[in-house]
């Protein structure tokens, strides 16, 4: 018998990194699917028409208006669409914005100030400028 001129052992078929990246594409095409699931159930359930700003929607623009998840979990879809309200981009944005602000410095109280925590004093010089006159 002869011997063959290839690899004596079998290559992998599949790197690592080509996996991650199959991996990848396949969970963002479920969260795409599911996604234009949702949005097309509140799009039949609910008027288009912001909830916030009361812009009206049109099949020509109707791609401006996004779903918003009240609680702000987008696996709490139930198909009633309690959890669900229409909003154009700009409310949309303005919401999460909002959303982000207010969560991140929910620690923040009164004082807070004058903890190490906050590092610039836009009237440190003041005092020192105030003497001078």
């Keep these: 018998m002869a011997k063959s001129f290839g690899p004596d052992k079998p290559q992998k078929t599949k790197s690592k990194a080509h ?23 509140s799009l039949r359930i609910h008027p288009w028409v912001c909830a ?14 996004t779903v918003h998840h009240k609680d702000h979990d987008h696996e709490n879809n139930p198909s009633d669409g309690s959890n669900w309200e229409n909003l154009c981009l700009y ?12 969560s991140e410095g929910a620690d923040a109280q009164v004082g807070d100030e004058e903890s190490d925590t906050f ?9 020192g400028l105030l003497e001078k006159k």
């Design 119 to 127: 590092t610039h004093n836009p009237f440190e010089k003041l005092k």
């Design 91 to 102: 409310c949309h944005d303005n919401e999460h914005r909002r959303y982000l602000d207010y």
């Design 52 to 65: 916030r700003c009361g812009r009206e929607f049109t099949n020509r623009n109707v791609h401006e208006l």
């Design 19 to 41: 996996k991650v990246a199959e991996f990848l594409e396949r969970s963002h095409k479920n969260q795409s699917q599911k996604e234009k699931n949702y949005r097309e159930q």
